[in-house]
């Protein structure tokens, strides 16, 4: 699929797999760059299954569940 893209090179791609894989209810993922995979999952997940209890707290001043 990279066509033997150089590693440095690859973080995009590996993202947009991994936010598909969330799509498709994947609940763990393996990776070398923490942070971006992180906040792409986090990405991913709200857009999957709507924002979380917390973040919608910081949204909404009052909010409870």
């Known amino acids: 699929i ?3 893209a150089p590693l440095e090179t690859r973080l995009e ?5 991994t936010a598909l894989a ?3 209810g994947a ?7 923490v942070d971006s995979t992180v906040r792409a999952c986090r990405a991913a ?6 924002p979380s209890v917390d ?4 949204r909404l001043p009052g909010f409870t569940l």
């Open 13 to 17: 791609a590996f993202l947009a797999l």
């Open 45 to 50: 997940d709200e857009v999957v299954h709507g």
């Open 2 to 4: 990279l066509n033997g």
């Open 27 to 33: 609940d763990l993922v393996r990776t070398n760059d």
């Open 22 to 24: 969330i799509g498709h």
């Open 55 to 58: 973040l919608m707290a910081k």
